[in-house]
């Protein structure tokens, strides 16, 4: 059972670029969300899901896309990366939306 | 809106001192509770969580914390720290009304040897 995983573990991109962060869980959870955190900040939510085929925004959705096609996978996607995405991102998944978060080693962005 | 405050971003304490790490929330309907810890370089874990019954609640590592609904708090506390309690700490609250999960800034714990 690896729970929550992610990768890339670390990222550099150049302004502009497109990239897609993986998110996957093997607990069988219909609740998976990404986060992203920030010195100072906590963890903000960027977007979530319910389940298959059903996403929703979160707190600082703008610049990024989700999507999820299976259970189990919730990629992130960047269209056009900036600076202020720099960022360390973490996915997490539950077995109901007011259960414990599972989260994700994370991702380290750097945009350049 | 819901929020939850953390009043410390950094608390360092003396190895084998108490500790207490403070949370308090803004919420006038049904709320469940969490603690969660982040080791260096990890993502974060669940330490401990508030749902109903006794409002004193204990992690297998020694930490406990109490739900003061009166003063919508919920302390972390600690009666003697390890160095391996060094970690960054943050309290979570998710709530009934607007079914929102709402995390703290955090707090940063050094244990001082």
């Known amino acids: 059972n690896a729970g929550v995983t992610q990768t890339p573990k670390f990222q550099v991109l150049k302004t502009g670029q497109s990239m897609t962060l993986q998110c996957a869980q093997d607990?069988?959870?219909?609740?998976m969300s990404w986060y992203r955190q920030d010195p100072g900040m906590g963890l903000r939510l960027i977007h979530y899901?319910?389940?298959?085929?059903?996403?929703d925004q979160g707190e600082v959705p703008n610049g990024y896309n989700v999507s999820r096609s299976t259970t189990e996978d919730f990629p992130l996607r960047l269209l056009s990366a900036a600076p202020s995405q720099t960022s360390v991102y973490f996915c997490?998944?539950?077995?109901?939306?007011?259960?414990?978060?599972?989260f994700g080693p994370g991702t380290r962005l750097l945009v350049l | 809106a819901q929020s939850v405050t953390q009043l410390d971003s950094q608390v360092p304490v003396f190895e084998e001192a108490p500790v207490e790490l403070r949370c308090n929330y803004s919420?006038?309907?049904?709320?469940?509770l969490f603690w969660y810890v982040q080791y260096p370089n990890q993502g974060l874990q669940l330490l401990l969580k508030?749902?109903?019954?006794?409002?004193l609640v204990e992690s297998i590592n020694g930490f406990e914390a109490e739900f003061n609904k009166s003063q919508t708090s919920f302390h972390l506390r600690k009666p003697s720290v390890h160095i391996s309690d060094t970690a960054e700490y943050f309290c979570?609250?998710?709530?009934?009304?607007?079914?929102?999960?709402?995390f703290g800034t955090g707090t940063r714990l050094t244990i001082i040897p």
């Open positions: 979570a609250v998710f709530n009934f009304g607007n079914e929102k999960l709402t």
């Open positions: 508030y749902l109903s019954g006794s409002t």
């Open positions: 919420s006038s309907v049904s709320v469940y």
């Open positions: 899901s319910v389940g298959a085929g059903i996403t």
């Open positions: 607990m069988n959870h219909e609740y």
């Open positions: 997490a998944s539950s077995y109901v939306l007011q259960g414990t978060q599972y």
